[in-house]
DNA sequence: CTATTTATGGAACGATATGTCAATAACTAA
DNA sequence: TTAGTTATTGACATATCGTTCCATAAATAG
């Protein structure tokens, strides 16, 4: 899809929006207000087209809400398991990914909270499709992350009495932890707090 | 309220149900579906009874989740925050609240993870009530938390130089964060990852 | 030009949501 | 018994949900 995007084949009357401006657009309403909340009037009333528009360019709401999952996972999440996979120290790696969470979450000039967290809670009533791809970010988070005390486990970083699964749970934890807290505080220096602390549980290399 | 219920005026035509047992269904199918995702219908269906009897009984949708966090808090957050107010010891009192409340979210016997953590997240489409309550239920946990710290600091447990705000922030994202991996992974040996690590954050009383 | 294709606009669909009504039943007080 | 009060019952009102239909508009292909 977004390769047929470069292609301009322009048969039949094209579009009079941006497909790409409205599909921020929702993002930002299904951020804001999750998606079960989230209905297809507010969707067509905030992009400002008409309703069989909305369902001729993306189908239905359950499609567009995966078409705007893989947006945001493109769009803010890259950034911070970039950290992850781009720095040799795994202290520095974790540490990085922390503050560019807590840079995101607490960003004033985007919806509180982080789609895929504020997705979790209410995945048992949405669809199959959208509890599997939340659920499924969240896994590919912590394997990332483990793999990252693994690594430094094995090159000497980290005691080999770390235990690496721990870790990673407790890091996406603190990471999940962060994100709820934003979306029920407006303050920025909590968040900031939750991410300084968290690296105090850094194992010592005693063992 | 629950001071009427022990007094016994009998006027009228007597419930055919039980309150309390009502409430408590009310509450675990809260739990488990969220409050915008249960209907109506699905309380009168799980309670067994008929519907204007339950709008009877306890006004609205609103009023009816109202109860139920109330319930849910002197049910469940009772014995975690036992743990604070009750043990001296700053350390054992965290650490023991954070086991009580890995216990609570891994209790198969219960829907996943936490009532009030889970409201969370739909705050802003639920009432305006609602929010303030999570919100206020939240805020409670942080300041007592933080009592905890404020106390061994001055009682000496703690070094002078301990940020006791952020150590409460810390440990309150953790529980949420327990909270939100509980809800998405059945893994209870996860949760307890967490809250383990978390303790290894302790601040050393160096300074 | 005509035929074809795609987008738009507005109305309408069926399903389901919360909340209510009027009739009836079961109790107490006198 | 009679009046007053409260609970139950099933149907119903009202609104809104996601989704679709159809006539029309605007483009390309031949």
Redesign the interface.
């Known amino acids: 899809m977004t390769i047929m995007a470069i292609s301009l084949p322009a048969r039949g009357r094209p579009r009079e929006f941006d497909v790409d401006a409205a599909l921020e657009t929702a993002m930002r309403v299904f951020w804001?207000?999750?998606y079960?909340?989230t209905t297809m009037s507010d969707l067509v009333e905030a992009i400002a087209i008409n309703r069989a528009s909305l369902y001729a360019a993306f189908g239905n709401k359950e499609a567009l809400f995966l078409l705007v999952l893989d947006r945001y996972q493109q769009a803010f999440s890259e950034r911070p398991m970039a950290a992850l996979t781009e720095i040799a120290d795994p202290r520095e790696a974790i540490e990085t990914f922390l503050l560019r969470t807590a840079e995101h979450l607490t960003d004033e000039r985007l919806p509180r909270?982080c789609l895929f967290?504020?997705s979790?809670?209410?995945?048992?009533?949405g669809s199959e499709r959208i509890s599997r791809t939340?659920?499924k970010g969240?896994a590919g988070l912590e394997d990332t992350v483990y793999h990252v005390f693994q690594c430094g486990q094995r090159e000497g970083q980290l005691g080999q009495g770390a235990?690496c699964?721990?870790?990673a749970?407790?890091y996406?934890?603190?990471?999940?932890?962060?994100?709820?807290?934003a979306?029920?505080?407006a303050d920025q220096s909590?968040i900031f707090?939750?991410a300084?602390?968290?690296?105090?549980?850094?194992?010592s290399r005693t063992i």
Chains 1, 2 share one sequence.
Do not use: H
Not at 120 to 125: A, D, F, G, N
Not at 196 to 203: N, Q
């Open positions: 804001r207000q999750g079960e909340a909270g967290s504020n979790i809670l209410e995945s048992p009533s939340v659920a969240v235990d699964r721990a870790l749970r407790f996406v934890g603190v990471a999940q932890g962060m994100a709820l807290i979306k029920v505080s909590a707090d939750i300084r602390t968290s690296m105090a549980a850094w194992p």
